[in-house]
Structure formats: structure tokens, C-alpha cells
């Protein structure tokens, strides 16, 4: 069985950090590249932040770059999203997600609440 969870979201004061994690279970986690997305209320799902499954390599959103940093742990099947100096914008849900070009698999977390309010 396909699982993603995530964790390490919650409140935080502009300015402040979060680390986000995801659990990966039920495939094999490191030929899968891992993607952070979020959604705020009455918004789209956007793509936050991506890393390929080998190498590492990553891409960010505009808005988030020079503050997010996404990392992975093969060993571990985990996922991370460092977040700092964080704004009242980066306030949505935030999802976990794995996608194999090869097979066209793609999964989902049930997402994690970031609020930033101060």
C-alpha cells in the first residue's frame, strides 16, 4: 500500500522556520522524484519546490527561492522542506508528492496546514 505522510507543519510568526517531512512507504522511494506542492484557500495547487530521484538536482518556485530548501533521505524513504524566513503568503496546505516518468505513477500525501500569522 502507497503511502506519503507528512508532518512538521503547524503556526508560526512571520520571519520564523519550518521543517517539513515526508514519509514515503508501499514503493520504491528512491526512483521516484519527490515534489513539494501547496494550496492556499481559493487557490490552485501550485508546485513549491522538486528533486530528482538520483542525482538530487532541485528546482523551486520564484517565491520561494533563496527561503525553502528541499532535501531528501533515500535511506530513510523521507522527504524535507526547510522553510524559513517565512511570509503570511506561505500560508496554505502543503502535499507531498512522488512521480515516476517511467510508469506515469503519481502520488499524494494528505497535506499538512502551514499558517504564518503573527
Known amino acids: 500500500q502507497v503511502r506519503l505522510v507528512e508532518s512538521g507543519g503547524g503556526l508560526v510568526q512571520p520571519g520564523g522556520s519550518l521543517r517539513l517531512s515526508c514519509v514515503a512507504s508501499?514503493?520504491?522511494?528512491?526512483?521516484?522524484?519527490m515534489r513539494w506542492y501547496r494550496q492556499a484557500p481559493g487557490k490552485e495547487r501550485e508546485l513549491v519546490a522538486g528533486i530528482t530521484s538520483r542525482s538530487g538536482s532541485t528546482n523551486y518556485a520564484d517565491s520561494v527561492k533563496g527561503r525553502f530548501t528541499i532535501s531528501r533521505d533515500n535511506a530513510k524513504n523521507t522527504v524535507y522542506l526547510q522553510m524559513n524566513s517565512l511570509k503570511p503568503e506561505d500560508t496554505a496546505v502543503y502535499y507531498c508528492?512522488?512521480?515516476?516518468?517511467?510508469?506515469?505513477?503519481?502520488?499524494w500525501g494528505q497535506g499538512t496546514q502551514v499558517t504564518v500569522s503573527s
Open positions: 508528492n512522488a512521480f515516476r516518468q517511467l510508469t506515469n505513477n503519481n502520488y
Open positions: 508501499g514503493f520504491t522511494f528512491s526512483n521516484y522524484a
